[in-house]
């Protein structure tokens, strides 16, 4: 059987997980967790020297012209407790890596309020969250206003860009989601923290941004039945609290307008011109996988320890209702070598669960909006990577 630093040179050469080419040779390597996260790290710490890093970003609120490049940036930083878990991750390095991304909009999932130790009853969270405290203190100082979702463990939006209207919400689960974690039955709620925010220079253009994080259970536990389908049903109440935020509260139309796409709602008198979810998924998506990868990690997932669907249905639901993945925009730059479109992962599990959907707003002359980069920032500070989108937003042109 191939050893893992093997893995890690045949990876280092396809672009892709190391923990992945592993299980490929060996089987008995998925879904064990100590070696995912060594490979993980392995990687982070190989791609940190091998790839160029997002390039250099000027704030759009010190840009000049009627054309602003945005900088968004979503990133789960797991309550500041490392890639395992358990390990110290420090407020300032954190904050060292968003100053030198220098983003105008950004999502941190697993940045709860102080009241988390008191919902989940453990000790242990007692100095992360002080971490996070002091997290938040500094975004302040780099100039941020903060906002967080009403979710059990939320999520924090960080904005440099002027707030136009906001909403603590909307929650993602009618109810709380009982999960059976390790043994344990886990009970959450899972909520997204909405603003429209106005891009200076572009008269008036603001951008709907949901920062949110989907459940990483798609199976709940319901009077000792396990019921599948926990995220396409939060993606839904995404969608709608999205179509009404619009003034579109009827059925999508049978035979969407030519260039749009079914399901999308008309911009009506809003100066939105463009919405995006920036979020932790919680869920790959196959057409990011070659073949024989994708069947590791579907594999993992029907692992007795994991117990989830290979396919959760959100990624179609999302395109159906006129939402794209950015890292689907060809023309974008990206820093994910080998010719890839998406990273070969975000995740400590070896994939890429965390993408920022954008849906251009039909008929709006606000200001038009293309993707003009899309990256990842290698860092082992926490068990995901920063996920990096550049938009343009304004008249047409590239970047000068």
């Not at 959450?188 to 429209?196: M, N, P």
């Amino acid at each position: 059987a191939p050893t893992a630093p093997t893995a890690a040179a045949a990876a280092a050469a396809s672009g892709v997980s190391s923990y992945l080419r592993l299980a490929r040779e060996r089987p008995s390597a998925i879904a064990d967790r100590k070696l995912m996260i060594r490979c993980y790290l392995e990687d982070v710490k190989r791609l940190q020297d091998a790839v160029k890093p997002p390039p250099a970003h000027v704030a759009a609120t010190s840009q000049q012209g009627e054309t602003r490049f945005v900088r968004l940036v979503t990133w789960n930083i797991n309550i500041l407790m490392g890639a395992d878990g358990w390990t110290e991750a420090s407020a300032h390095d954190v904050a060292a890596v968003l100053k030198a991304l220098n983003a105008d909009v950004v999502a941190l999932q697993e940045s709860p309020g102080p009241g988390l130790a008191k919902v989940w009853g453990s000790g242990c969270y007692a100095e992360p969250l002080r971490r996070l405290q002091s997290l938040e203190m500094l975004l302040r100082e780099m100039g941020y206003s903060l906002l967080r979702s009403p979710a059990t463990n939320g999520t924090l939006l960080a904005t440099r860009l002027p707030t136009v209207y906001t909403e603590e919400g909307p929650v993602l689960d009618p109810e709380p989601v009982e999960s059976v974690n390790g043994g344990q039955l886990w009970s959450e709620v899972r909520a997204a923290r909405y603003a429209e925010l106005e891009v200076p220079g572009t008269s008036g253009a603001t951008l709907a941004v949901y920062a949110t994080h989907l459940h990483h259970k798609d199976i709940e536990r319901r009077r000792e039945e396990d019921v599948a389908g926990v995220r396409r049903r939060e993606a839904e109440v995404l969608f709608e609290h999205f179509r009404s935020r619009l003034g579109e509260r009827t059925a999508a139309p049978a035979a969407a307008p030519e260039g749009t796409s079914p399901g999308a709602p008309s911009a009506g008198t809003s100066s939105v011109a463009a919405a995006l979810v920036l979020a932790d998924w919680n869920q790959p998506r196959s057409c990011d996988y070659e073949e024989e990868d994708w069947h590791v990690v579907v594999t993992g997932l029907a692992h007795p320890a994991v117990a989830q669907p290979g396919d959760d249905g959100v990624a179609d639901f999302m395109v159906n209702s006129g939402f794209r993945s950015t890292f689907d925009f060809p023309d974008a730059a990206r820093n994910f070598g080998d010719g890839r479109d998406a990273p070969a992962f975000t995740h400590w599990t070896g994939t890429t669960i965390d993408f920022a959907y954008l849906h251009k707003v039909q008929n709006n002359a606000a200001a038009q909006v293309e993707v003009e980069g899309v990256y990842v920032q290698y860092t082992g500070l926490s068990d995901h990577l920063p996920v990096v989108t550049d938009l343009r937003v304004g008249s047409a042109g590239g970047r000068k």
